[in-house]
């Protein structure tokens, strides 16, 4: 184990092969055994049959001032791999069922399988080198899997904008891979002194990491992308954009931690940034119309509380966090495409209600996934939770407060979400134009579209058949996020295998006094909002997609680059006039240097 | 350096034969194709006999003739009787690049770039249609206009130091440096930067996609080794203007091309951002100098490849949207590739270039500069890869059978290759 | 007493009309002569150079030069011939398909 688990990222390149060139005939099929294997070897490895190694093959890249290609696997890949092998797992047998009919599934797993591929170099990655393939890997697949239904409006644009949040990423990430000192680049190492770039010092180095952290865990101003990638496939939302890609900012600032110890700004800024995020989040979470960008404005908010997490120098709890949150938030969202399904690619709690009876599974689902988010004590959302609060309280006690009044509402958002979509009345959104079934394609058949047309919202509403692999995949996933938490238990299990990565880690208790009072107010905020979805009469109306400032922001990009292309207005005149000119320009700006 | 005679005879002589027997030629195009293609692999194979970095100049302008010879066949001429002419210009424009390259003494620098730049405004002229002679026209009178700077620059250096070699390094007088400054400004017209870059966007955009790719490579290829020989003899500020100049081209065309939506005007201004950081890394310090050499070759492979893909679509404008259709897999494949490449997405070679450059760059030009570069490397993500999810749809799979295009595969497997082993290039890149 | 500063700035005036004239002429054929202007006026230089040091490399290269704008006269006629072949009035400045 100890040799096979830094070739990770190799994993499902059989898959890939088979499946795209159509030796396995059923699509999707050849690729799961990789992820399998993925899990396997991963846990094998947790259980201990593997130690820490690295591989290194050198003058890869000459021309950086670490250019080995240098993979690593300790207890933190390790952990990160388990998580990867197992969401994926799931979440290819569940895209088995969701995209049966679809056209380009073949497509789709081999997406899916790069995706894999890279998230999984990400995490052997060894040096700065090799994580930039691996960061820059899963941007790429994101990328292409959140405008994967190219006949859907806006895919695109929503596509884009995450490319240009990751852009931000990538670029700090690539500054920091060349500033660093002569031989400097092993991620393990840039604490030490000898690799402190000479322009800016720690503070720069830090500040470059926490930039790329918050670019792909959505923090900040540059959150604004992860709610708009729900316009991708729902598995896709499930294992990219709640479990996975979006950890990977959290696990750099993870492996980075011994770098960011050495400046107390970096980690109060951290710190700073984790709460507000986690509070921001919440807030707007609050105030969603459409199931799964409320879910995404979740996501925010809980890596929200992982960056705090590490910011109050807890990595061990925050890793702890990301392993809860991968649990729960991808049965959340699996649980979620179960209702989208059913209802023909519905997606607005005014198009949802009285589902509990039809699909029991996913309201199970669902709500198990709702209390170990906020929470209730011995899940595995309260362990986590709980370590990170207790992290908070030794830190800075103000801010682990204010943690604990985003537990509230992350209750009253939960709760919104799961009374609107499983009870009250039977509701369908929309009339026939703008109609949800019109606007998507794939999921209802063109037969069934026809008989639609003219028919009213409430008559239309019928539920179709939920394959037993959209099913299936759930139930390991509620397992998880019910007993994740007592993996910390037998000898200390989780915090062992962590311990040399990431210091000494906290002791997580069953339950310390804040954290029962946050998971008091999290149940709280659930039977409130329960309380109050199930009074109201009227629907919650669909709110408009898009934000304002990243709207205007995109707008004001377009026309300036417009008038850029304006100046090349076809005339030769112009043209030889600005050139002589630019001639003596130089020239006189070469003769005065 | 010193020429490499035997391999530019082997060039030109195919490229006079070609022309000598137009008449039978016209009609038998495979002929015409093998006489022009055993003149290039010929070139090759004889540059053994050379040393160091002239060897490097004749491969990789080798490959970029059999690419692009590959792909005559789809080259699409306003007449078909053309058709010799064209290929003999491409072989000519060739021998050019290597003179620009490797010229042992200025006049003959001088030489080659006239070389290259009359035959590449022709290879844009001999396209289809009214706009690929007005893109050539301009492309032509700017290059007069640097001829000119370049033989007065000339005549300063020759004036200041009796005779047209290179001048050595040491105390330069007024003479010298003006007329440094001046060759190395027409040089900058070959690479296309700003504001010189008006006729090279333009006869980027109307040349046929087979042309485009070798005219891109070709001269951003001659004007970047001679501007990393000339350039450190004009003292250590003109580098830092140099590279001013990279950097305000890199953001201009960055800018430029967001607004585009037409495939064959966003590759020019890609050009232009591309030769932009050229600039940079020229003006960085002798790491920055190696940086660009590769830079060049690594960008070169890349647009061979996207024009490859782009070639025989025809002269009216293409929207991103209608590729797929009009491409089929393996191109579409190969013009995904290229655009990642060309985005610097890793692993692909287009990411190990950027690399090399902004760490020499942080070195000599400061935090600002480079972490404006950077930034526009990575917002040109933007546009390189909104096409992208268009061509992913026309991978029908599991249709994988090869479409048959040999230039298109000769040039993916060139950036395959440094993909893989960039290391293999870097180390043949002696200055 | 023509010495070197005179015949100097001889060349430097030559070259500034011929850049100005390419500058503001508008039909090609006037272009491509402010061109030549400019590069005597590099060969002013050259000779000027051979005749400073007594050397005659100037003087051969200036020669070179002389074949080298001859050959780009001749491309640059005909390109503008092919271009302007059917246009009417003959300004650089009308042919604007390609821009933007």
Redesign the interface.
């Given at each position: 184990m100890t040799q096979v688990l830094p070739w990770a990222f190799l994993v499902t390149l059989p898959g890939l092969v088979l499946g795209s060139t159509g030796v396995i005939k059923k699509p999707g099929v050849a690729s799961i055994p990789g992820v399998l294997t993925l899990l396997g070897c991963a846990v094998a490895w947790l259980l201990g049959a593997g130690q820490p190694s690295t591989v290194e093959l050198g003058g890869w890249l000459p021309f950086l001032p670490d250019g080995r290609f240098l993979l690593r696997v300790d207890g933190l890949t390790a952990f990160m791999l388990a998580v990867l092998g197992l969401i994926s797992a799931c979440v290819y047998v569940y895209s088995l069922g969701y995209l049966e009919d679809d056209p380009g599934i073949r497509r789709f797993f081999a997406f899916l399988d790069v995706f894999v591929g890279a998230m999984a170099l990400l995490v052997t990655a060894g040096n700065l080198a090799v994580l930039l393939i691996g960061w820059t890997g899963v941007g790429m697949t994101s990328y292409f899997l959140i405008s994967f239904w190219r006949n859907r409006p806006g895919t695109l644009y929503a596509g884009l904008q995450a490319i240009a949040a990751n852009a931000v990423g990538d670029g700090a990430l690539i500054l920091a891979a060349v500033v660093v000192p002569s031989g400097c680049g092993d991620l393990t190492t840039l604490q030490n002194p000898a690799c402190t770039p000479g322009v800016g010092g720690v503070p720069l180095l830090a500040a470059l990491i926490i930039v790329a952290a918050s670019a792909k865990s959505a923090q900040g101003p540059l959150y604004f992308w992860l709610p708009s990638a729900m316009a991708g496939p729902t598995p896709i939302s499930a294992l990219i954009h709640a479990a996975t890609m979006v950890a990977a900012g959290v696990y750099l600032l993870a492996r980075t931690h011994a770098l960011l110890a050495l400046s107390p700004a970096a980690m109060a800024a951290t710190a700073a940034l984790g709460v507000a995020t986690a509070l921001f989040g919440g807030l707007m979470a609050l105030r969603q119309s459409n199931l799964k960008r409320g879910l995404a404005y979740s996501t925010v908010s809980q890596l929200g509380y992982m960056v705090a997490g590490i910011g109050f120098g807890a990595p061990f709890a925050a890793i702890l966090h990301l392993g809860s949150q991968a649990l729960f938030k991808a049965l959340l969202f699996l649980a979620a495409g179960v209702v989208i399904h059913a209802l023909a690619g519905e997606e607005e709690l005014a198009g949802m209600g009285a589902l509990a009876r039809a699909l029991p599974a996913a309201m199970l689902a669902f709500l198990i996934g709702s209390i170990s988010l906020f929470g209730l004590p011995l899940t595995a959302g309260a362990f986590s939770k709980d370590a990170i609060l207790d992290g908070g309280f030794a830190y800075s006690p103000p801010l682990a407060w204010a943690l604990v009044a985003g537990v509230l509402l992350s209750g009253l958002y939960m709760g919104r979400l799961f009374f609107a979509t499983f009870y009250g009345p039977a509701r369908a959104a929309g009339v026939i134009e703008g109609d949800p079934i019109e606007a998507r394609g794939g999921l209802v058949g063109i037969a069934e579209r026809e008989a639609l047309i003219g028919t009213t919202a409430a008559e239309r509403r019928h539920l179709h058949r939920v394959p037993p692999t959209l099913t299936w995949p759930l139930l390991p996933l509620a397992i998880g996020s019910l007993v994740f938490g007592f993996a910390e238990f037998p000898q200390g299990g989780l915090g062992h295998v962590l311990g040399p990565v990431l210091g000494p880690t906290e002791a997580v208790g069953l339950a310390s006094g804040p954290g029962l009072v946050a998971a008091f107010l999290g149940l709280l905020g659930f039977v409130l909002a329960g309380a109050y979805q199930l009074r109201r009469r009227g629907a919650i109306r669909p709110s408009a997609e898009g934000y304002g400032w990243v709207d205007w922001a995109s707008n004001a990009t377009t026309a300036l680059a417009g008038s850029f292309a304006a100046v090349q207005n076809g005339r030769t005149g112009r043209y030889v006039l600005a050139t002589v000119l630019s001639f003596a320009v130089i020239l006189i700006a070469g003769l005065k240097a | 350096m010193t020429l490499p005679l035997v391999p530019l005879i082997c060039l030109v002589a195919a490229a006079v034969l070609v022309v000598g027997l137009a008449e039978p030629l016209t009609k038998r195009p495979r002929t015409l194709t093998a006489i022009a293609l055993a003149g290039a692999v010929a070139a090759a194979l004889l540059a053994t006999n050379v040393g160091g970095t002239e060897a490097l100049v004749v491969y990789a302008v080798a490959a970029f003739l059999v690419v692009t010879l590959l792909l005559m066949p789809a080259f699409e001429l306003q007449y078909q009787q053309q058709r010799p002419e064209a290929v003999a210009l491409v072989l000519l424009a060739g021998a050019g690049a290597i003179v620009l390259a490797t010229g042992g003494d200025l006049l003959q620098l001088i030489i080659g770039m006239e070389t290259l730049s009359l035959s590449s405004a022709l290879l844009v002229a001999l396209g289809h249609g009214e706009a690929a002679a007005e893109a050539a026209f301009k492309y032509f009178v700017l290059a007069a206009v640097s001829l000119a700077s370049l033989v007065y620059g000339l005549g300063l250096i020759y004036l200041a130091t009796v005779s047209v070699n290179f001048p050595s390094a040491g105390a330069p007088s007024l003479l010298l440096t003006t007329g440094i400054v001046l060759m190395i400004t027409g040089f900058a017209f070959e690479l296309a930067l700003a504001p010189l870059h008006w006729g090279a966007l333009d006869a980027y955009t109307a040349a046929a996609p087979a042309a485009a790719g070798a005219v891109m490579a070709l001269s951003k290829l001659g004007a970047v080794v001679a501007i990393v020989r000339l350039a450190p003899l004009g003292g250590n500020s003109f580098l830092f203007v140099l590279a001013m100049v990279g950097l305000l081209t890199v953001v201009w065309a960055t800018l430029g091309a967001l607004a585009q939506r037409e495939i064959r005007r966003l590759l020019a201004y890609s050009a232009i951002a591309h030769a932009g950081f050229l600039a940079m890394a020229a003006g960085s310090g002798a790491a920055g100098r190696q940086a660009a050499v590769f830079y060049v070759i690594v960008y070169g492979s890349t647009a061979m490849l996207v024009f490859a893909a782009l070639a025989g679509l025809g002269p009216r404008p293409i929207a991103f949207g209608e590729l797929p259709a009009r491409l089929g897999v393996q191109r579409s494949l190969a013009l995904c590739f290229g655009l990642m490449s060309l985005a610097g997405i890793p692993p692909l070679p287009g990411f190990w270039a950027k690399l090399a450059l902004f760490g020499p760059a942080w070195q000599s030009l400061g935090p600002v500069p480079t972490m404006i570069g950077i930034a526009a490397a990575v917002a040109a993500a933007v546009y390189y890869l909104k096409p992208v999810p268009d061509l992913w749809n026309a991978l029908r799979l599991p249709s994988l059978r090869a479409t048959g295009n040999a230039g298109v595969v000769l040039a993916g497997v060139t950036v395959l290759a440094l993909t893989i082993v960039p290391g293999f290039l870097w180390a043949m890149i002696r200055l | 007493m023509l010495t070197?500063v005179t015949v100097?700035s001889t060349?430097a005036v030559l070259?500034a009309l011929?850049?100005t004239g390419?500058?503001l002429r508008?039909n090609?054929v006037a272009?491509?002569m402010c061109?030549e202007i400019?590069?005597n006026?590099?060969?002013?230089?050259?000779v000027?150079?051979?005749r400073?040091?007594g050397?005659d490399?100037?003087q051969a290269?200036a020669l070179?030069?002389l074949v080298?704008?001859a050959?780009?006269a001749v491309?640059?006629l005909g390109?503008?011939l092919?271009?302007f072949r059917n246009r009417e009035p003959v300004d650089?400045?009308e042919?604007?398909?390609?821009?933007?």
């Open positions: - | - | 070197t100097l060349s070259f011929g850049a390419v500058m508008r090609p272009m491509l061109v400019m590069l006026a590099g060969n002013l230089v050259l000027l150079g051979s400073a040091q050397n490399a100037g290269t070179i030069v080298i704008a050959a780009e491309v640059g390109l503008a092919v271009l650089v400045d042919p604007r398909a390609v821009r933007g």
